[in-house]
């Protein structure tokens, strides 16, 4: 995937949040290509609003990721309607809802990748699908072996496994088997929830142990700065030099 030429280690890019361009500035200043911003549709009542700032974003050469809102699987339309409005080039959906955006914005010229959001589900192997506004109130969820869930996104035509909430580190072992069958379908794998500056690299580590050549973690409430309620350049800092870390003396 050509966004990982400029990647940390030529494999990792930071997904981030912020509440302002300047931040949003300030984490493209810090790191270029190798961060996206995530703009969220449940914080834009009027998606006209919302696709505007996508566009000032873009006119600063920002890299934004469109989205739901802490995975808010009733807003999954509406992440779409935002991002057929301003084509970012990269829109995280629920499941089921995937290869319908994939297929609208290919219809209308976007080359957006779209990922398809899945929950661990207590055992490593087995995966949820259930991330839709049903699916997801299903009781147990809808597991299925992780290898079907990714042979099932292939199909799909998605490129991308957004796995969430992975609690930080303390779902290793799912993560690990996650990161399995995505490095063997070579796709790029998005960890997402509870990831800090304190345990990002532990978790892009065990997704590149795997074989996983394409990972972008996602790392929102634990930049930001409570004060402000934007991020902080600091906390980004960190958690893009505890990333850099695995990659010293590899000649990435």
């Known amino acids: 995937m050509e966004w990982f030429e400029h990647a940390i280690g030529g494999s990792v890019i930071l997904n981030v949040q912020t509440s302002s361009l300047g931040a949003s500035l300030a984490a493209h200043q810090l790191l270029g290509r190798a961060v ?6 449940r914080d834009y009542p009027n998606l006209a609003d919302g696709a505007a700032y996508i566009g000032r974003l873009h006119e600063a050469g920002i890299q934004v990721s469109a989205g739901l809102g802490d995975g808010s699987p009733d807003e999954w339309e509406r992440a779409l309607q935002l991002a057929l409005a301003a ?3 990269h829109l995280n959906q629920i499941f089921s809802a995937a290869a319908l955006s994939q297929f609208a914005l290919r219809r209308e010229g976007a080359h957006t990748v779209v990922n398809a959001m899945i929950r661990p589900a207590g055992e490593p192997g087995i995966v949820s699908l259930g991330t839709g506004p049903l699916s997801g109130r299903m ?16 199909e799909m035509g998605i490129v991308s496994v957004k796995l969430f909430p992975i609690e930080g580190d303390l779902r290793l072992d799912e993560v690990r088997a996650v990161a399995r069958a995505v490095a063997a379908a070579d796709m ?12 990002v690299a532990r978790v892009v580590d065990a997704c590149l142990a795997e074989g996983v050549r394409c990972v972008m973690p996602h790392l929102y409430g634990s930049l ?6 934007d991020l902080d350049i600091a906390r980004l800092e960190r958690a893009a030099r505890e990333v850099e870390r695995l990659f010293a003396g590899s000649g990435a």
């Not at 009781?139 to 292939?154: E, F, K, L, Y």
């Not at 790029?188 to 345990?199: A, Q, R, V, Y």
């Not at 930001?224 to 309620?229: E, Q």
């Open 36 to 41: 996206f911003v995530g703009v969220m549709a």
């Open 87 to 89: 084509r970012p080039p």
């Open 139 to 154: 009781a147990g969820g809808v597991r299925v072996p992780a290898d079907a869930a990714i042979a099932m996104m292939c």
């Open 188 to 199: 790029m794998l998005e960890p997402t929830g509870g990831i800090t500056p304190d345990n």
């Open 224 to 229: 930001k700065d409570p004060s402000t309620n």
